[in-house]
């Protein structure tokens, strides 16, 4: 083999490797050859005499400024004289305007990829104690809302989200949806939540915490969970323990997520959630409102608190201690929050308690006093004995077996439960799989269930609750949620035209913008299912240690929010302030936390009647419509044994 061909192919691999390697080597070569030029050219002129005409010699400093000119600007060498130092200083130019307009190029070139991965979103990101929502749908919207409104007492917060999607698509559409952010900034990046290379232009590390949106697809947990390990099996992690809240659908993969998250994750199984809300929001007209009012940051939230005063007093102690703040229950040296837990759990060093308050500076012990409560007014409590529900649901869709057995654990033995059902939507066989219902019996009915003659003819007089389920697996959001407002139209039409017809509605819904329609119809109750989940994403996010007291608020065993009749806890139509209403529960083994106003219970300009968290001192007037909002084991004072 030829040599010459050798070095030149192995001149042009190299100069391709140096190329390869970036905008800054270019720059730093185009740099270096530029000064060799022209320090070359100044050696020269040096040590072979050459100057301009009528200079005897020139110093290198002057060379080198003079050749340095020149590169910059061909422009200087007009006014040279002296063909020797001409011809030298017309080489140095030559290479000037070479390499400069190479250079030149090559930043012209580094600007514009630069702007261009801004646009797609590909740039890092340097924040820190900044929130990152990994995935696009419509959940970061609200997700988005409630972080904002989390963070208005801070000065520099920062929403940074990473999803599949064009960067300047989601800036525009968060501009469009949430024109008021007030003092946080939203970042948004392009990429996948599962390629770890796009995950570290995030700086996780300094994130305060990272929530991940379960996506649309076939199969969003497995998507979920691969991002989460993503995550934490990251090479560039730090050793500190995330805290990341992720969403699951489905609980049979529960198990290894938990393998895979280990301490890091926070799993919120958004089905099974939404399954225990309409249970035990079906026939408690009301309870739905109190469940957003819980998870939504625009009202009283859920603190943790500890004071050394509190440390050897009973939990039932605690409840009157404090007159702007609801007590929920305790964190026992920080394990698991215990909802409601006996009147006479001593509160010990370790320990806090968690309450409801307007802020956290808006927790404080007030100075109580025993004349405060009417002891006269508290009435006796009397137990009653449930009678059998007749139950109608409307729809159907994944979370509706579930919502099966959770029904199952609140209504009373001997209840009857119809489904209705459309054909072409729902067949026969993904109803009731494997169901063991103990105090229910079920029967499917097949039908439009837009049909008004079909509901006319289902005795709905009989009818104590009724469900409407979102078909969301079969229909699109906004069809599925059309359905389900024409059947609801129809159902309160009936309710209004025929006599006997007393039964209450709860109606779930996919999209918040179509709750304004549906309140027209002055339904009892509504779950908008995403929107719930959000706001649950969003409360953990901020404090991890939420997660476990929401699980319990959730969870059939132990204690849960029940609305119990006034006149249960205080004489009607007498003047009284709310520690009574709280000493009165005491009594019973329950937490005061409201009341809800039965005037006003279908007015949404009022919240439904509900009021939250009360001042204890106020003084209020209950009638026969009025009810208590309480925390209970359940709802006639004896718990059920399934």
Known sequence: MDNEPLWKAKLIYKIDCLFSKGISSLILFLGIASFSIIIVA?????????APQNSDSISFFEVFWASLMRTLDPGSMAGDEGWTF??????????????????????????????????RGRSFVVEENHTVILGWNEKVFTIVKELCI???????????????????????????????????????????????????????????????????????DAEVIKTCLAIIRNPNRHNKVFHIVAELREAK???????????????????????????????????????????????????????????????????????????????????????????????????????????????????????FISVNSIRNFNSVSEKPEKILIVGWNSRANQLLLEMDHYIPQGSKIQILITNSLVHNSDIIKELRLVNADVKILNGNTTDRKLLNGLCLSNINHI???????????????????????????????????????????????NL??????????????DRLISLLISQISERKALGGVFKDIFNSE???????????????????????????????????????????????KTNYGIVLNPHKLEIHSFSSEDEIIVLSESFNGKKQVR
């Open 42 to 50: 100044s050696l020269i002129a040096v040590l072979f005499h050459i």
């Open 86 to 119: 001409r011809i030298l200083m017309l080489f140095v130019t030559l290479g000037g305007i070479f390499i400069i307009s190479a250079l030149i190029g090559v930043i012209s070139n580094g600007l514009n990829s630069r702007l261009e991965n801004l646009q």
């Open 150 to 220: 989390a963070n208005q007492n801070k000065q520099d917060a920062c929403i940074v989200i990473m999803g599949e999607k064009d960067k300047v698509s989601m800036v525009e559409s968060i501009n469009e949806k949430l024109p008021s952010r007030c003092t946080t900034r939203i970042v948004c990046r392009s990429g996948s939540p599962i390629d770890q290379t796009s995950l570290n232009l995030l700086n996780l590390n300094s994130a305060k915490s990272v929530i991940v949106i379960s996506p649309l697809s076939d199969d969003p």
């Open 253 to 371: 993969n529960l198990s290894v997520a938990k393998i895979v998250g280990g301490n890091d994750v926070e799993w919120v199984l958004s089905e099974n959630i939404i399954a225990k809300i309409i249970a035990q929001t079906c026939y408690q007209p009301g309870l739905s409102t109190i469940f957003t009012d819980f998870l939504d940051f625009s009202s009283d939230e859920v603190y943790f608190f500890n004071h050394p005063s509190l440390i050897g007093k009973t939990f039932g102690e605690t409840l009157n201690l404090f007159e702007k703040n609801a007590v929920l229950g305790i964190l026992k040296d920080n394990e698991s929050p215990i909802l409601n837990p006996p009147m006479e759990t001593i509160i010990k060093d370790k320990d806090k308690i968690f309450l409801l308050a307007e802020d956290d500076d808006q927790i404080y012990l007030s100075k109580y006093k025993e004349e």
């Open 467 to 513: 469900i409407l389920l979102s078909f969301s697996d079969r229909l699109s959001q906004q069809t599925a949620d059309s359905k389900t407002l024409i059947t609801l139209l129809h159902l309160r039409d009936i309710a209004s035209k025929v006599e006997g017809c007393h039964y209450s509605i709860l109606t779930e819904m996919l999209d918040v913008r």
């Open 516 to 529: 304004e329609l549906a309140e027209v119809t002055k339904a009892n109750d509504f779950i908008v299912s």
């Open 558 to 604: 132990g204690s849960e929010i029940y609305l119990k009749p006034a006149h249960n806890y205080v004489e009607l139509n007498k003047e009284v302030n709310f520690y009574t209403i709280v000493e009165s529960a005491r009594r019973r083994n329950e937490v005061a936390i409201g009341f809800r106003t039965g005037k006003d219970a279908t007015n949404y």
